[in-house]
């Protein structure tokens, strides 16, 4: 499988805290996305960060990814009781010629206020 | 747009029955796929399609058929439902399907197998 791995499982936070999970993912990639799912809820598209660039931000929200480690972090920044929800990244790989989306199991983030 | 819709939301199956869950979109979206989420698995893709008439395999085919007979709908078949199909279903949509197109989720469907 080339399911990619999420860290840490769970988290908790309180607001204002500022939030770090992890993705590793297993081959060469094209891409590497994050999602948000509300509980109950489809995924909602994050953020992309293509493997020729080291880091994203888009708001409170910065990616980082190190193709040498095959790993990606998303930070969200001042976090609010609005941002508890799961996080999944996905990968786009390489050797895909389409927008095929390989995802890690995610973090669930409660952000208590 | 109502974007991608999927139905039922939920559905309670006893094994062996057949079903078809419902996805459609109204974005004029080339690309459509199928993932189902277990717990502590992400999302698995199950099939995936790059236009009308054209489909394809993902992770997790077995037990699942699909067809694409217009750009709006992509409908997901169980022939014979097992306990393992057990799991919340999401239809995705992209413009595309190029490797950086947004990738748009439909609600989901809460399926049940007995």
């Known amino acids: 499988s080339q399911q990619g791995e999420e860290d840490p499982q769970a988290l908790s936070i309180q607001e204002g805290e500022n939030a770090t999970m992890n993705c590793s993912y297993k081959t060469s990639i094209n891409n590497l996305q994050w999602y948000r799912q509300n509980s109950g809820r489809g995924l909602v598209h994050l953020i992309l960060i293509r493997s020729n660039e080291r880091e994203k931000h888009s708001g409170r929200l910065r990616v980082t990814l190190d193709t040498s480690k095959k790993s990606s972090s998303l930070l969200i920044t001042a976090s609010r009781a609005a941002d508890t929800a799961s996080y999944f990244c996905?990968?786009?790989?390489?050797?895909?010629?389409?927008?095929?989306?390989?995802f890690g199991q995610g973090t669930t983030l409660q952000v208590k206020p | 747009n109502a974007g991608v819709t999927q139905t039922p939301k939920f559905q309670v199956l006893k094994t062996g029955q057949s079903m078809t869950l419902q996805c459609a979109q109204d974005?004029?979206?080339?690309?459509m796929s199928w993932y189902r989420q277990d717990p502590g698995m992400g999302l698995r893709l199950i099939h995936y399609s790059v236009g009308a008439g054209i489909t394809d395999q993902g992770e997790v085919p077995n037990g699942y058929n699909v067809s694409r007979s217009t750009t709006e709908d992509f409908p997901l078949r169980l022939l014979s439902a097992a306990p393992s199909q057990t799991s919340v279903y999401f239809c995705a949509s992209s413009r595309r399907g190029d490797r950086e197109d947004t990738q748009y989720f439909g609600p989901g469907t809460r399926l049940t197998v007995l």
């Open positions: 996905a990968a786009v790989y390489r050797s895909s010629n389409t927008g095929k989306l390989i």
């Open positions: 974005m004029n979206h080339e690309y």
